[in-house]
């Protein structure tokens, strides 16, 4: 059984290349929780605990900005990604935001460190 006192967090990454609104920003960081939601729940339920003891100390969340380099090199690391349907503000396809799973804020410093808040 894993440690009730782990620091769990979930961090968020958005692309400040596109110079998004803030109500965009918001919308797309909501698509990349319900997404990271969906993925726990149907595809990694080996992740189950974790996610259940973050939901319990109060689903702390990050929100960095990156370039999209920076978001490409999360999404080459095996993180979600999410990508602008086109209707307002960016191009079709644009690279908006990168999740993270909650987990450890040691471990996910190593993906994480040297981007900035939001």
């Not at 996610?51 to 978001?71: C, D, F, H, M, P």
Request: avoid cysteine.
């Amino acid at each position: 059984m894993q440690s009730p006192n782990r620091d769990l967090v979930q961090y968020y990454v958005v692309n400040e290349e596109l110079s998004m609104s803030a109500g965009k920003i918001a919308a797309q960081v909501a698509h990349a929780a319900t997404t990271m939601t969906l993925h726990v729940l149907l595809q990694d339920q080996g992740s189950h605990e974790t996610y259940q003891a973050w939901l319990n100390q109060g689903q702390k969340k990050i929100v960095l900005k990156g370039s999209e380099r920076e978001l490409l090199r999360l999404t080459d690391e095996g993180y979600l990604s999410i990508r602008d349907a086109g209707h307002t503000e960016v191009p079709s396809g644009s690279l908006t935001v990168v999740v993270l799973p909650p987990m450890e804020k040691s471990i996910a410093g190593q993906s994480v460190s040297g981007l900035k808040l939001l």
